[in-house]
């Protein structure tokens, strides 16, 4: 069965420098690949998904991500960190199309200094 | 447009007792999904629907778990005998169909005392 791991379970950065979460996942077969964010007291929303074709994949706000395969990585990346950055982040991996399968990580906080 | 809604945002029940969690998906998806975040955690898989029936609930504990969606649209999570292990953030989420985004509601905080 496919899995994710988030490393650091908590990120700070300042405002304006460069935003880099970690993630690893682990699946038998070749992975489809999630990051989503949720804000306090909302629900989960996509920011950017792998699946085929171009590993460097750019999502909402800025962020984008790159799948590599030697490392089984996939992690997320923001050149500029904004105040409104400020939230939970999910990597989540499904190992079917249909991604009735997602497992997520336990998820990492960004925390964004003035 | 209306997003994923859930009912009742909080839900406090004490050990023992029955409880009906509520999702209202987006008006037109056919897949609906039922999660569970205990704190610290990532969302946990517990059941989805394709229309009516339940296409894969592998992801259930036990059997004090149980959803229905009896018209293909809104969807009930029941708990039984809940214990206080269940407390958790719940969530639903819907999407037009397999293989594309799923669309999350904002999740209804169980807490059983």
């Known amino acids: 069965a496919q899995s994710v791991t988030q490393l650091g379970s908590h990120v700070s950065v300042s405002e304006g420098a460069l935003v880099l979460l970690r993630c690893n996942y682990s699946?038998?077969?070749?992975?489809?690949l999630f990051w989503y964010v949720q804000y306090p007291n909302q629900g989960l929303q996509l920011l950017l998904k792998?699946?085929?074709?171009?590993?460097l994949v750019k999502g909402i706000n800025g962020f984008e991500a790159e799948f590599k395969k030697s490392e089984t990585s996939f992690h997320l990346t923001k050149p500029s960190a904004h105040m409104s950055d400020a939230a939970e982040y999910f990597c989540?991996?499904?190992?079917?199309?249909?991604?009735?399968?997602?497992?997520f990580g336990a998820g990492t906080r960004l925390t964004v200094k003035p | 447009g209306a997003g994923v809604s859930q009912t009742p945002s909080n839900k406090v029940t004490e050990k023992g007792k029955y409880v009906e969690l509520r999702c209202d998906p987006i008006?037109?998806?056919?897949?609906l999904y039922w999660y569970r975040q205990s704190l610290g955690q990532g969302p946990e898989f517990l059941i989805y629907f394709q229309g009516t029936g339940a296409a894969d609930d592998s992801g259930l504990p036990n059997d004090r778990f149980f959803a229905v969606r009896p018209e293909g649209s809104v969807s009930t999570l029941k708990i039984q005998r809940t214990e206080r292990g269940d407390s958790a953030v719940y969530l639903c989420?819907?999407?037009?169909?397999?293989?594309?985004?799923?669309?999350f509601g904002p999740g209804t905080r169980l807490t059983v005392t």
């Open positions: 989420a819907s999407s037009p169909g397999t293989g594309v985004e799923q669309y």
């Open positions: 008006s037109g998806h056919t897949a």
């Open positions: 699946s038998s077969v070749p992975p489809y």
């Open positions: 989540a991996v499904s190992a079917s199309y249909n991604n009735n399968d997602m497992r």
């Open positions: 792998y699946t085929t074709g171009a590993t």
